[in-house]
């Protein structure tokens, strides 16, 4: 892997933004009740829990425990039905009060980055152009920042390979790149090695652990026990709460 290539920069505004209160994620009473047809499904009932810039936090729980729910909510996806959640400086909900979509499209934008256990690369596009997509000015430095970047997540040799041509764990780490190339404070992984063998697995963890110790807080949703010990800090989440040992 090309170590050379460090995400830690100066300029990057992404890394030093945090909340009032220190930190990048704050959540108090998090709440998301879904509505299907007269049923009221409470995913998420009243969590409360912060990040640290730089923290690998994972988020434990078998299916249905509500992590996609509350990734989606800290990454704006979604909007959350109680409680309060401020996430890198931005004030996402507060109550009844919530941010202008326009705000946590900027958010999204400029502060987060997304990986999930499906791969979602674009199949007529390689490896490198998969990773200038979110640009919004595909120039010269946005093109060599992309190829920094794949040596970084160990793809240097697999730059014009598309996604039929590259495997599971390659296909992962092009989505990882394309996550990083706005230099977002905040990753926010759902189940990424879901689909992948151990080693593997392990491969693409144990990178995720070396950005987080370069300065990227990690919110990592699994299913996978043995992957929790691996992080800063573990929320077990249980049918929509934070059960504590
Ligand atoms: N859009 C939706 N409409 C209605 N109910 C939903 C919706 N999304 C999720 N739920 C319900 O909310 C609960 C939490 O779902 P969530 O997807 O957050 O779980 P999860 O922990 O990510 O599970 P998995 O490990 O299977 O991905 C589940 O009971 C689910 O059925
Ligand atoms: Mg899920």
Redesign the pocket.
């Known amino acids: 892997m090309a170590r050379g290539v460090h995400l830690t920069d100066h300029r990057n505004k992404g890394w030093f933004i945090v909340t009032r209160n220190g930190q990048l994620v704050h959540a108090t009473g998090l709440s998301r009740t879904?509505t299907?047809g007269r049923r009221e499904?409470p995913?998420l009932r009243g969590v409360d829990f912060s990040i640290n810039r730089g923290e690998f936090v994972v988020l434990l729980?078998?299916?249905?425990?509500?992590?996609?729910?509350?990734l989606n909510l800290v990454g704006g996806l979604d909007r959350p039905t109680g409680g309060s959640l401020s996430v890198a400086g931005e004030v996402v909900a507060d109550g009844s009060v919530h941010a202008k979509e326009s705000r946590l499209n900027a958010l999204r934008r400029e502060h987060l980055g997304f990986v999930f256990a499906e791969f979602h690369l674009l199949p007529t596009l390689s490896a490198l152009e998969n990773v200038q997509v979110p640009l919004i000015w595909a120039d010269e430095s946005g093109r060599d920042r992309a190829e920094a970047l794949l040596c970084r997540v160990g793809l240097g040799h697999r730059l014009t390979h598309r996604p039929d041509e590259l495997s599971g764990g390659e296909m992962q780490r092009v989505a990882l790149a394309r996550a990083l190339i706005n230099q977002p404070a905040l990753l926010l992984a759902?189940?990424p090695t879901a689909n992948l063998d151990t080693n593997t697995r392990d491969e693409i963890f144990g990178l995720l652990r070396e950005l987080s110790d370069e300065g990227l807080a990690i919110l990592f949703?699994t299913?996978d026990h043995e992957l929790a010990e691996r992080g800063d800090t573990v929320l077990r989440?249980s049918d929509?709460v934070i059960v504590h040992d």
Not at 61 to 70: E, R, V, Y
């Open positions: 879904y299907v499904i995913a729980g078998p299916s249905g425990a509500g992590k996609t729910t509350t759902d189940e949703a299913h989440l929509g």
